[in-house]
């Protein structure tokens, strides 16, 4: 029986997270994945990213007291591999290929600037596989802090890839150029008019918070489903509150009360254009996506 533990190293525009689990793995080659430790940091390096161009000296600081903790976790949970991977912030920072450098070299640890395809096949690889059915037509769509990756699947096979500088961070620091929200609104009409029918599979940390909201206040409801129109009744009550009014109302740590409406709001765009009354929410991450293609690669080796 193989027993081991393996990391995934997320950095978003948002957060920046550590993922550890442990896979065991029977004679029979059945396997288990148990999440050991998950850690969420409210990093946010979008909000220098997308204001001023670049990483600010004192984000920097605060990224590399981050790696050098995660790397002495991975070490105390005997972590024997790990990958380690930054998204849409890191892609467009001036300086994000300096910054990384800098932290291989004081730390040892190799970060990754995944482009927007491959964070989406990671995301997607993923939830197809976590799925019962593959029957039918599927848009994954992963809201991130600085950009949204929407895969379109027909009966398991990928027919559409595309990744939009829209996320929640960007929206908020007034930087979304105007034609892209209609661009990718565009896209999906013409995806939902080839592939009709298609489900929405929705990840990111806040898809998942609003889902949870609305199956904590309905407890009849569908698991891992959450209606559109359920989606834009939480919107409509939660827009008009400060951030402070979130945090107090709905218990939204303050880092979430600001970018869920932001959120919402790119869900509502995409499932208005796909035609879309619900969106699936699986409760996967990017990092269980890591975990899982890591897992799959030595398999295969």
């Keep these: ?144 802090g600085g950009s949204t990756e929407i895969s379109v699947l027909s009966n398991g096979k990928l027919v559409g890839s595309c990744s939009y500088n829209i996320g929640t961070i960007r929206l908020l620091s007034g930087a979304v150029a105007p034609d892209v929200i209609s661009n990718m609104r565009a896209d999906m009409t013409k995806y939902a008019e080839s592939y009709p029918g298609i489900i929405i599979v929705g990840s990111g940390g806040n898809i998942n918070k609003l889902s949870r909201m609305f199956h904590e206040s309905n407890k009849k409801s569908k698991h891992n489903i959450l209606p559109v129109k359920n989606l834009l009744q939480i919107h409509d009550e939660m827009k008009p509150l400060s951030v402070k009014e979130r945090i107090d109302k709905y218990g939204l740590k303050p880092d979430r009360a600001d970018v869920i409406i932001p959120a919402a709001e790119i869900f509502l765009n995409v499932a208005q254009a796909l035609g879309c009354t619900e969106i699936h929410v699986p409760n996967i991450s990017l990092a269980d996506g890591i975990i899982d293609g890591m897992y799959k690669e030595e398999l295969r080796s």
């Excluded at 027993?3 to 029977?26: F, H, T």
């Excluded at 050991?36 to 000296?57: A, C, H, N, W």
């Excluded at 990224?63 to 790990?82: A, D, G, T």
């Design 1 to 144: 029986m193989e027993n081991k533990n393996l990391a995934a190293i997320d950095i978003g525009s948002n957060g920046a997270r550590l993922l550890i689990k442990n896979v065991k793995e029977d004679s029979m080659g059945n396997v288990e994945f148990t999440k050991v430790l998950f850690l969420r940091i409210p990093l946010r390096l979008g909000k220098d990213v997308f204001t001023l161009g670049e990483i600010s000296e004192e984000r920097e600081r605060m990224m590399m007291c981050m790696i050098k903790s995660y790397k002495q976790l991975m070490k105390l949970y005997n972590v024997e591999r790990y990958r380690a991977c930054a998204t849409s912030a890191m892609r467009d920072a001036k300086n994000g290929s300096k910054i990384l450098k800098k932290i291989r070299k004081e730390t040892g640890i190799e970060i990754e600037i995944l482009n927007g395809s491959e964070e989406a096949k990671i995301l997607y690889n993923n939830s197809v596989e976590s799925s019962e059915s593959v029957d039918g037509n599927y848009a994954y769509v992963d809201v991130g």
